[in-house]
Every structure is written in C-alpha cells, then in structure tokens.
C-alpha cells in the first residue's frame, strides 16, 4: 500500500454544478428570502426557544446535548457531576417511552428542556426531558418500492443535528430536511441524490460546523442494482438556515484528479461504495472537517482491478477544508478485501504523546516523546486498531491493538504505512481464510468516550474472528462442507460470506477497555461474554454504557470497578447521553435491534426499542 498519508494544496469544485443538482421546495426559496428581510425568520429563535448558535455548539452548556457525540470533537463527555461515583448506586429510571419498532442506534439531542429523538423510517419525536410526554412527532412519507433501492440500513436514524431553532436531518429518499424545533414542521428541504440513480444510505445523520450542515453517506451498490457508483458517494455541505448546497466532496477521485490513477484500469463507472456513513468531527481553529470512509464493493481487490492498487480514498481519514470541501490531508488505514471498514468517530484532543513502548506496537521513531500535538486518536476501524494522527498533517504518530486482529503485519512508524498479512489477503474465487475481526469488527457502528479528567479513552471491543470466503456466487451448492456452511453468512453486496466464531483462546465476546491518550497503556480491561456497545464519560467520574444481553452499567472511570447496573431486557444500543433540566441531571439510553450474539449463541437478546432515562431520587 502506497501514499498513506498525502498533503494536497487543492482539490477544487465550481458551485456551478453542484447549485443545477440541488432541488430546493418552494418554502425553501421563501425562507431565504425571510432570512434576509425579516427581523424575525427560521433559525434566529424566538422569546420562548433561545436559538443554538454556532458558539454555542463549540461550546455547549454542560446541560445540553447539541450533537451525536455532544461536541464537535466527538469526545462522549458530559461534564455534569451531580450523578458521581459515591451516589451512582442510587440512580433510578424515572421515565421510559416506547420507540418505533426496528428502532435501534439512536443519539436523542437535549436542549432547553425538550429531547429531540430520531428513530427508524425518518421519525423524529421531541419529548419533554423531564416526564416523557410527548410534545410533537414528525413523520416522513416515502415513496413507494424507496427501500428496494436504498436498503433496510437506510432506516437507522442514528443521529439529528439542531441550530438556530432548526432540527436538521437527512432522510431515507436523499434529502436533507429542517423541521421547526418547536413545532416538528417542515421548514425547508433540499434534494442530495435522486436516490434511483445515485443510490446513498442516510443512516446517520449531519453535524453542524460554523453554519454548514455536513453529511455523509454510504453508497450502496447490489447485484440487483448497481446504483452506488463514483457520484453518489460524497460528503456534502449545506447551508444550515436555508438548505442551499454549498460544496461536495467525492470520495472516489474523478479523472484528472489525484487519486484516480489508484484504481488502475477499473472503468470509472464501476467503482463504488466508498462511503462516509458515520457522523464527521470538525476543529473549527483548523477549519478541519476530519471524517472517515469505508470499504469497496466489492471487497476483495483481486475483482476490483488488482490486490496491488489502494482504490483511494477508500478505508482512509480525510481532512476536508470547510469553506470548499477540498482534501488538505489524508491517511489511509488499510487496504481492505474483508468489509473492516474505517468510518468511525475521530476524537480531536489536544494532548502530550508520549507512547509507551512496551504497550503500544507501532511508534514513529521521530516523536519527540512528551511533545504537546494537535490529534486525532481512538478506534477509527473495525479492526480495533487505535491511531493516533496530528491533526494538522495527518502525521502518523503511533497505533496500536486492542483486539487480535491478522489482516494488519506491521506498520512503518517514519511513514505510516500499512503492510497487510500476506497469507489473509484473497487473490482468487472461492478462497477461504480465516480473518480476525470479523466483518462486524472488534468495533462496528457503536461509539467509545474520552474523558478530559483522566485523558482515558474508553471503548466497548470485541473478540470475533470470521472463516471467511471471496465468491460472487451465492446459489451454487458446494461439495466443500465448510464452504457451504459460510456461504449462509453471505455478504453479495462486498462478494464476501463469512461464518462468525470468538477469537481462538478467548471465552469472551466483549470487553471495555481505558486507553490513555498520552501513552497508549491500557489502564484497565473489562471482560465479559457479552458483547458490549456504546460509551459516555461524564464529570461524576463515571462511565456509562450497555451491553447486548440488556445490561447496562457504570463503570469508575480510574479502576472500571462496576458501581451500578440494571437490565433492560433487551439489547441496549442506542448512544447513551447525559443532560440536566433546572439543575437535576438525567442519564438516558435506549435498547432496541442490534448486533445480537456474534460468536455467543446463547444471548437471545430481545430487539424491543424503548428510551429510559435515569436519575438520583
């Protein structure tokens, strides 16, 4: 693998384009115009919502929750502390509140009392944080046959984003959309993708970044529709009060543009899936949207042009210029043909490096150990590998594992390039290999926390490997027993199928685990069956997350001594928040449909999707 990290001076797009792709309602067009003459219009507020500005977003009270990870950084914490390690054992659940049905991986928003909760096929709810009743729901009509081009992952809602007294979200039908805070009505509405030509997944929805509403995507392609093409896999970048398109940035380069060669001789038309599915961070000082991206479809290079080519950007961390989209920087994680894909949250931390070397595997010899740097760090992939990147550069500085992983043999520290397992890398139809993560990873789509307090961050990882086979060939019965047993985990849209089993040696599916930002010592492990999910740190000094046989729990943030837990009853998914209303702080997390038990048969969690929220009597 070639080129890990590259600086680009420019990578340039006209507006000319980019405004003829973008539809906007007729209430669009009159709300720009309100925008400018009314002294009161959408997205100013009014006497009784107190608008969410840009300053407010960089740094939000410690009562809200603004965005998916709280903060632009990503970080999962909640600074409040009236809930702490000496009264934890007390929490309550106070309310509760059904959510829609196949609900899952959701993020509710808290601000001025209310929480704005999305959920499956577009819905979004906004509840009073206090006693759970309802305050408006809004509801999105699809059009008919919408799922056969976009998939069932198009019904994750995972996240909303707010501003001024706008919920911005992007739907299932390729629109991103703002409703009025107060009242759940629709406000404006732009077109991204004519989602029957360019088909993109929404499953997690924007953030906001100095004005602009920035989202990402997957591209699906299938067998049955090849619709994930080069153009529908794009950050974008719109207009927060008005919906107009601002830029977008391809994220599988165009002829002409650098990059495009990295394909080799694969037809322009025919390469897809890069996505950008997971939420973006954003350094508003760098004016860096730091955002990551997935694998190919297919996965196996050796259908895909050649094992010897990098298919940027796929699999890679991309630095994105605000104002124009343009990539400053980017550093490509791994080179992948098993779907371990690298969209991941990036947490943005200001930090000494000082990686141990008895801990951590891969270090840059030219560190200068102690050295204060602008990084970004944590689990970026499923493979369960940490990085740790300057932030201004894309330097590689160290990584290291968490879990077993053999795709990866070694890394370069003076370069950062990735040399990948030779013997795990298919070149031929059929092939089978053993590969460690599984394609679920040693972390998927669940999110770990840092907290400022202790310069820990914590994630929820897996032991999981996969027999793995490369075949687009889904129907032909086998004679080779093990062939058709894996062929029943089949994966056409990457030309993979795979059957789950733990890690060799291991017992248990899940773990947590503090990993110090500094030094990259882990400094404490927590083991169990179960596989375990999403995490928030708070100033109580606790660590709060779920499990997915309904456990969930608070963890001390120093030893990850276990100072309180309750079950749920089913599997606890959702990214749980902390928030406060007149000065009493909540806890809230939802269960619903999930990972299951890989690796575990015996957990049958349920997938009942219900929000509980928590507090001190």
């Known amino acids: 693998m070639k080129n890990m990290m590259c600086t680009y001076p420019a990578i340039r797009h006209t507006t000319a384009g980019i405004f003829s792709r973008t539809v906007q309602t007729t209430l669009a067009v009159l709300l720009a115009s309100l925008v400018l003459l009314s002294p009161v219009s959408y997205g100013q507020g009014s006497d009784s919502f107190p608008p969410v500005t840009d300053a407010m977003l960089q740094d939000p009270a410690p009562s809200d929750w603004l965005m998916w990870r709280r903060t632009l950084d990503s970080w999962g914490f909640s600074p409040l502390d009236e809930v702490n390690r000496d009264n934890v054992d007390q929490l309550r659940m106070v309310w509760t509140h059904g959510l829609g049905t196949g609900t899952g991986e959701i993020t509710p928003l808290a601000y001025d009392g209310v929480l704005?909760?999305?959920?499956?096929?577009?819905?979004i709810e906004a509840i009073d944080a206090r006693t759970g009743d309802q305050i408006w729901e809004y509801g999105r009509d699809h059009p008919e046959g919408l799922y056969d081009y976009v998939g069932v992952n198009a019904r994750n809602n995972r996240n909303v984003a707010i501003f001024g007294n706008l919920i911005i979200n992007t739907s299932d039908d390729g629109f991103v959309f703002a409703l009025d805070a107060q009242t759940g009505e629709t406000v404006w509405e732009t077109e991204v993708f004519d989602y029957k030509v360019n088909t993109g997944t929404h499953s997690a929805g924007p953030i906001i970044a100095d004005g602009r509403?920035?989202?990402?995507?997957s591209c699906r392609s299938k067998p049955t529709y090849p619709g994930g093409g080069p153009e529908a896999c794009f950050v974008a970048a719109h207009d927060a009060l008005t919906g107009v398109e601002l830029w977008r940035r391809q994220l599988i380069p165009k002829p002409g543009e650098p990059g495009y060669e990295t394909w080799g001789d694969v037809p322009y038309e025919q390469r897809q899936h890069v996505g950008s599915w997971m939420p973006a961070s954003y350094d508003p000082e760098l004016e860096l949207i730091i955002i990551g991206t997935s694998v190919t479809s297919p996965a196996p290079k050796f259908f895909l042009g050649g094992v010897e080519n990098d298919h940027l950007y796929h699999n890679s961390t991309l630095a994105l210029e605000l104002e124009t989209g343009e990539i400053r920087w980017y550093y490509q994680h791994l080179n992948d043909h098993w779907d371990l894909d690298h969209p991941f949250e990036r947490?943005?931390?200001?930090?000494?490096?000082?990686?141990?070397?008895?801990e951590v595997e891969w270090i840059n010899p030219n560190l200068e150990a102690g050295e204060v740097r602008k990084v970004i760090t944590g689990i970026p992939g499923k493979t369960g590998i940490v990085y740790t990147l300057d932030r201004e550069t894309g330097e590689f500085l160290w990584a290291t594992p968490t879990t077993f992983q053999n795709v990866i043999s070694n890394i370069d520290g003076a370069t950062g390039e990735v040399i990948l397992n030779e013997e795990v890398i298919f070149r031929e139809n059929e092939q089978i290999v053993m590969v460690c993560p599984h394609l679920l990873g040693g972390r998927d789509w669940e999110a770990g926390a840092y907290s400022p307090l202790t310069n820990n961050m914590y994630y929820g990882v897996r032991n999981n490997c996969a027999d793995m086979m490369a075949t687009a060939d889904f129907e032909t019965v086998r004679d080779n027993p093990l062939a058709n047993e894996i062929i029943s985990g089949q994966q056409a849209i990457y030309s993979l199928a795979a059957r789950a089993r733990l890690t060799p040696g291991e017992s248990n599916s899940?773990?947590?685990r503090a990993i110090n930002a500094e030094t990259g010592r882990t400094e404490w492990l927590y083991e169990q069956r179960a596989g375990t999910v999403s995490y928030v740190a708070t100033g109580g000094r606790l660590v709060f997350g779920g499990d997915v046989n309904g456990r969930f729990r608070a963890f001390d943030d120093e030893t990850g001594e276990i100072l309180w837990e309750i079950n749920l009853g089913a599997e606890v998914v959702g990214y749980p928040i902390s928030y406060a209303v007149d000065g009493k702080q909540y806890v809230a997390v939802n269960t619903g449909r999930?990972?299951?038990?890989?690796?575990?048969?015996e957990i049958r969690p349920?997938?009942?999707a219900n929000l509980f929220i928590f507090a001190l009597p």
């Open 116 to 123: 704005y909760v999305p959920q499956h096929n577009d819905v």
């Open 213 to 217: 509403v920035i989202s990402g995507r």
């Open 347 to 358: 947490l943005l931390v200001d930090t000494a490096v000082a990686p141990d070397p008895d």
């Open 510 to 512: 899940g773990t947590v």
């Open 594 to 601: 999930g990972l299951g038990g890989v690796g575990t048969p």
């Open 606 to 608: 349920s997938g009942n």
